[in-house]
Each structure stands twice: as structure tokens, then as C-alpha cells.
């Protein structure tokens, strides 16, 4: 007993666990999960999902309550606002996306228990990798994320097109992080044996061995722009997209972009601020080639998850140029705020576009024709969701854009803000064109629309209504936040203002 | 050199080639599972070079897991799996003289690294501090058990729940539905 009473003091002084409660909330609830399936044999699958739920729910909370009162720390967490935003965002992406969820998977008749297993250590591979500090923590995390993504991506087996999708996936993200490694491994071969990254900084001359760092900074930009689908390294983001299940996109296209952002912003700007000019300009040109890339091939798409598949290539881009113009005064503001709302209008728009595909089971942009005299409801929050995205306003996604741009113009990076207004204005083209389709009336029968009246009384029968709200109550959610959310404007980038590290 | 130094260079001499041999037979033989055995003596020689490099249990890890473990798992998986005849498609067309470019660069950058490698640990200051250090009197796995459960231990267990995961998630698909 002696012993394990000063192994538990020395455990609590080297790690404080009150940082690390959320992430150990969410643990409990991933093995709450596990042994409930084991002992109920398979039945009673929903009870599953409300475990998630309520473990997310309470994981939040105590966030929330860390967010107020900021716990100084040390050695592999810290825990400044800048952590604990990222680690908020991954929890209502993983919150709002099993909302959505529910229902496709129950119509598709294949297995409930693992996919909230899957959702959840994904959730909790992106919260940890959010806020770690140590090469090797974040590696861990970094591969906990993209093998429960890989999972979830194949999780409808009995799709082609769903196995060819988590195929790509796993060779093309086990490439990006062997590269990820090397980088890695250069910068501690260089510390002489330094893992934590406070450290690294301390030890590596950086006069001295110049051309090397950059090559480390080469191979670490690789690594994270796969994550990020950036420029030459987005091939991989339609072809998944499109294969795998819509609620596994929705999850995929927020979660694993944000704890991304976070990574990179983070690695780039402690490790590398002395080649602050020179990954300046090469993160400017990926920016620059993704978004005109990703908004010129979103015009020509059939396919809606690949039209959004582009399209978040393109909202990556605009991301970056708050990346690179955070100040002293400012911080990283401008990328928080884009990305909270981005969020929003995102999962809103894959939740209505899950609704519509378990209704009439197509994925075709045609199929959306006349929409409105069918299901208004779903038309109207639909194009709510689509105008944000594009920056019209009133609503939220204009004011991101707006701030985003006028932080990246203060900064002087002219270039990039000129392209971004181009390449948003051709982007409203083609979310416009889908509103269009949608709101008027087509002149051929189109027999989607019959098979959506069969379809509609087959779900509601199958499903009881508690469930059948999930879906739209996400919906709503996102619908608010999504309008709402530029009115709260103000308090917003108040919070997220002092995060320059 | 001394006589220890010489057999040190002797010892490396001769487990490099093994690198060398293995790598190319894995990416040359048109029959498999001649490819999947050349990956072992690959693994054997890396595990080797360990114990030449006094790292002991990594040696011991490297065996137990790469040669036991995930090279059998690549032989059975190419022996079972039908050896349909290749055919002798090896058109020299524009994708192989990119890559070629492309893994020469590569090349080029680690030769680049390894000079620089060179010069940083040949440094006076740097060798008297790594004699200071006396590795032969440390008990290696005494030392990684104390750091996986101290400094280590979020990696560490966060890489037990990752195994949890990985096995879930590679018996979902393959298993059967009722």
C-alpha cells in the first residue's frame, strides 16, 4: 500500500489529472461502450449512443469550467486558451456529428456498437493531440486520430465504393506520417536527444544548422498538409469523401481539419519562428493554389459530397491566411473565430444532405431539383446553411470572412486576400446555382421525388420518433449557430483574441 | 584504430550489405513471397545493427516484433493470396523517370543530413559530454520501464487504448453478419 501511495503523489506531481479530466471522461465512456455491448449481446443499440452522448455532454462541461479559470501546467500538456478552444471544438464536432448519424446508420442495417467507439477515440485522439506539447504524444495522438478515421470511413462494408475510400485513406495518411516522422526525427537527432518541444527550441542552434531545419520544416509540412488537404496533398479528399458513409464525412470534414489546424499552427509557430519568412511564403502558395484550385473544380462537380469535398479544400485555404497573420495584439482570432463558424455550417449543411440521401438515397446535385415544393422545411435550412459558406450576409460566414480578410490585408498579405475575394466570389456561383435547383420548379417527372414520398413513411416508420428528432435537432442547432452567430460576433473574437503564444 | 574499433568497423561492414542485398530483393523479385523473406533478412539486419549500436532491448523488440510478428503476418498473407503470373510490363514511361528524380532528391537530402549529422557529433564539446555520460554501466530496460510510466505514461497509455482500437477496427470488417 506504501508503495503505491507515493507512486500515485509522484504521478499526480508529474501530471496534474484535473487537465486531463476530460479526456479521461471520454476514456471512461469508450470503455463504458465496450463492456455494454459485450453484456447486452447486441441489443438495445441506441443505449450505446446515449452513453456517448451524456459522456460528451460531461466532458464538455468540465471544459467549459477549465476555460474560465485557466489552470497553469507544465511538461506534456499545457493549458492555455489557445489548447483548450481547439479541445472545445473537437467536442461539438464529435457531439453534433453522432447526432446526425444516428439514423443512417440504424436505415443502413449494419452493426450500431463500434461506430461510436470509432467517434469517440477519434474525438479523443484530436482533443489530445490539441494540446500536447511532446514529439511523441503528438504522434500518438496524431495516429490514434487517423486510424479511427480510417475505421469509421470503412464502416459501411458491404460499399465498394466505402472500402475503396478507407484503402486510400490509410496509404496515403501512413505516407504523410512516416513523413511526418522523419521531420521528427531530425529535429531530435539536432537537440541533442530533446523530445518536449519547449526544449528542442532551447537546444538546436539554429544559426548553425539552417539548412537542415528547413528540411525538417519540408517534411513536417508535408505530414500536416495531408491532414489539412492543402494544395499538392488534397488528392486524397474527394475520392474519400464521396465513398464513404455522409455522417462519417460530416465528422471527418470538421474533426480531423481542426486538430490539424491546431498541430500546425502550433508545431510552426514554436519551432520554426526563426524561418518565419521563408515557410511564410510557402504556406501563402499553398494557400493560394488550394483555394483556386479547390473553387474552380467545385464548379464542374456532379456529386454533392465531392462538390463539398472541394469546397472544404478551398475553406482550408481561407483558414490559412489567418494562420499567417496572426499579431501580437490579435492572435490567432481570425482562424478561431473562421473555424467555430465553419464548423457550423458545415455539419449543418452534411446534415441536411444526410437527411435528403436517407430519404431518396441519391447523391446526385440534379436530384435536388425542385426540393422546395417537396420538403420546405429542408430547402430553407439548407440554403441558410449554403449562403453562410458562400459569405453572403447576414449571416455568420460573412462576418468570418470579413474579419479574416481584413486581418490577412492588415498584415500585408495582399496577394492571398485578392485571391480569397476572387475565388469566394466564384464560389457563391456554384452554391448559388444549387439554390436555383432547388427552388424551382423542373419540367421533366423526376422519379426521385416519387421514391421520397415512399421513403419518408418507410423511415418514419421504422424509426420511433425520439430518434427520428436527432437528425433534426442537429439541423436546428447548426441552422442557429449558423445565422445567429454573426450577431454574437464581438464576444466572440474577445475570447479568442489572446492566443498569441 | 584499435582492435575493438576494427572489429566495430568489421561488424557494420558486413550487416549493411545484408540492408542493401534484402531491400533490393524486396522491391525486385517477381515472386512474392521471395520478396516477403528478403523483408526478414531486411528486419534480421536493422535488428543487428541495433545490437551493434548497443541498444539492446530495442534489438530484442525489433526481433520479437518485426521478424516474429509482422513478417510472418506478410508471409501468410502472400501465401494465401493467388500468385496470378505478372506480366513483364516495365515500360520506361514518364512516371518512372519522376520518381526517379523524385527518390534521387530524396537521396540526395539524407546524404546532405547525414554530413551535417557528422559534423555535430564530431564536435569536441559534444564528445566530452557524451563520455561523461557512461553508457555501458546502465541497465537499458530498467531506465525505458521508469520513463514509460514517468515522463512517457500519456503516450503510453494513450498507445494501449490505440491497440484497442486498431482490434476492434480490423475484426469489424472482416467479421460475419447474421
Redesign the interface.
Known amino acids: 500500500m506504501n508503495d503505491i501511495n507515493s507512486f500515485l503523489s509522484r504521478l499526480n506531481s508529474t501530471i496534474n489529472f484535473s487537465t486531463i479530466l476530460p479526456e479521461i471522461i471520454l476514456i471512461v465512456g469508450l470503455i463504458t461502450i465496450v463492456i455494454t455491448d459485450l453484456v447486452n449481446k447486441g441489443k438495445n443499440a441506441i443505449f450505446l449512443y446515449k452513453i456517448f452522448l451524456v459522456s460528451t455532454l460531461v466532458s464538455m462541461g468540465i471544459l467549459f469550467y477549465q476555460l474560465i479559470s485557466v489552470i497553469a501546467f507544465e511538461d506534456l500538456y499545457t493549458n492555455n486558451i489557445f489548447n483548450n478552444l481547439f479541445r472545445f471544438f473537437i467536442l461539438i464536432c464529435s457531439f453534433i456529428s453522432v447526432l446526425l448519424s444516428v439514423d443512417y446508420v440504424l436505415c443502413s442495417k449494419i452493426s450500431l456498437a463500434e461506430f461510436p467507439l470509432f467517434k469517440i477515440s477519434a474525438g479523443l485522439g484530436g482533443m489530445i493531440l490539441s494540446c500536447a506539447t511532446d514529439l511523441i504524444t503528438i504522434y500518438v495522438s496524431l495516429e490514434f486520430l487517423a486510424l479511427s478515421s480510417c475505421f469509421l470511413s470503412g464502416y459501411t462494408k458491404r460499399d465498394i465504393r466505402s472500402n475503396e475510400a478507407s484503402m486510400k485513406f490509410l496509404l496515403m495518411s501512413g505516407a504523410s506520417s512516416s513523413s511526418l516522422l522523419y521531420g521528427f526525427s531530425l529535429l531530435y537527432g539536432f537537440s541533442d536527444g530533446q523530445v518536449q518541444l519547449d526544449n528542442i527550441i532551447d537546444k538546436i542552434l539554429f544559426s548553425q544548422y539552417l539548412p537542415t531545419i528547413c528540411i525538417s520544416a519540408a517534411f513536417i509540412l508535408a505530414g500536416t498538409a495531408f491532414k489539412l488537404s492543402l494544395f499538392p496533398f488534397h488528392q486524397w479528399t474527394p475520392d474519400v469523401y464521396e465513398g464513404s458513409p455522409t455522417p462519417v464525412v460530416a465528422f471527418f470534414s470538421v474533426t480531423s481539419k481542426v486538430a490539424a489546424l491546431s498541430l500546425f499552427t502550433r508545431l510552426f509557430r514554436l519551432i520554426f519562428p526563426y524561418l518565419s519568412n521563408e515557410w511564410h511564403i510557402v504556406v501563402e502558395l499553398l494557400a493560394i493554389s488550394s483555394m483556386i484550385l479547390g473553387n474552380l473544380i467545385a464548379v464542374t462537380q456532379r456529386s454533392f459530397k465531392r462538390m463539398l469535398a472541394y469546397s472544404s479544400i478551398s475553406q482550408i485555404g481561407y483558414v490559412m491566411i489567418g494562420i499567417l497573420a496572426a499579431d501580437l495584439e490579435n492572435g490567432y482570432a481570425s482562424m478561431l473565430t473562421y473555424t467555430f463558424i465553419y464548423i457550423f455550417m458545415n455539419l449543418g449543411t452534411f446534415a441536411r444532405i444526410t437527411l435528403f440521401s436517407l430519404r431518396t438515397g441519391t447523391d446526385n446535385i440534379r436530384d435536388y431539383a425542385g426540393l422546395y415544393m417537396k420538403d420546405p422545411v429542408l430547402t430553407f435550412s439548407l440554403v441558410l446553411c449554403l449562403l453562410s459558406l458562400g459569405g453572403i450576409p447576414p449571416l455568420s460566414g460573412f462576418f468570418g470572412k470579413l474579419y479574416l480578410f481584413w486581418h490577412g490585408w492588415k498584415a500585408g498579405l495582399y496577394i492571398s486576400v485578392t485571391v480569397a475575394l476572387v475565388t469566394s466570389v466564384i464560389s457563391i456561383y456554384y452554391y448559388l446555382k444549387i439554390i436555383k435547383l432547388m427552388l424551382t420548379k423542373t419540367t421533366n417527372p423526376v422519379d426521385t421525388l416519387k421514391t421520397y414520398e415512399k421513403q419518408k413513411s418507410l423511415v418514419s416508420s421504422v424509426i420511433s420518433t425520439k430518434l427520428k428528432s436527432s437528425v433534426e435537432m442537429a439541423m436546428i442547432l447548426c441552422a442557429l449557430a449558423s445565422t445567429l452567430s454573426g450577431l454574437f460576433m464581438d464576444p466572440i473574437i474577445k475570447i479568442t483574441r489572446n492566443t498569441f503564444f | 584504430m584499435n582492435l575493438s574499433e576494427l572489429i566495430h568497423e568489421f561488424i557494420l561492414a558486413l550487416i549493411e550489405p545484408g540492408i542493401l542485398v534484402g531491400s533490393i530483393g524486396t522491391v525486385s523479385f517477381i515472386n512474392t513471397a521471395n520478396s516477403a523473406f528478403s523483408l526478414g533478412l531486411v528486419f534480421t539486419c536493422i535488428s543487428l545493427l541495433y545490437f551493434a549500436l548497443n541498444a539492446d532491448f530495442i534489438a530484442a523488440a525489433q526481433l520479437l516484433v518485426y521478424v516474429g510478428a509482422i513478417n510472418v503476418l506478410i508471409v501468410f498473407a502472400v501465401m494465401i493470396t493467388d500468385q496470378s503470373v505478372s506480366s513483364d510490363s516495365e515500360k520506361c514511361g514518364i512516371g518512372y523517370f519522376t520518381a526517379l528524380g523524385a527518390c534521387s532528391i530524396l537521396f540526395l ?1 539524407i546524404v ?2 547525414f554530413h ?2 557528422n559534423d ?1 557529433y564530431s564536435s569536441s564539446i ?1 564528445q566530452s559530454e557524451y563520455l561523461k555520460l557512461n553508457l555501458f554501466e546502465q541497465n537499458d530496460v530498467q531506465n525505458i520501464g521508469y520513463q514509460l510510466l ?6 503510453f497509455e ?2 494501449s ?2 491497440l ?3 482490434l ?2 480490423a475484426i ?2 472482416a467479421r460475419d ?1 447474421d
Open positions: 537530402t546532405c543530413i551535417k549529422l555535430f559534444h514517468n515522463k512517457f505514461l500519456v503516450p494513450l498507445a487504448l490505440l484497442l482500437v486498431a476492434v477496427g469489424n470488417p453478419e
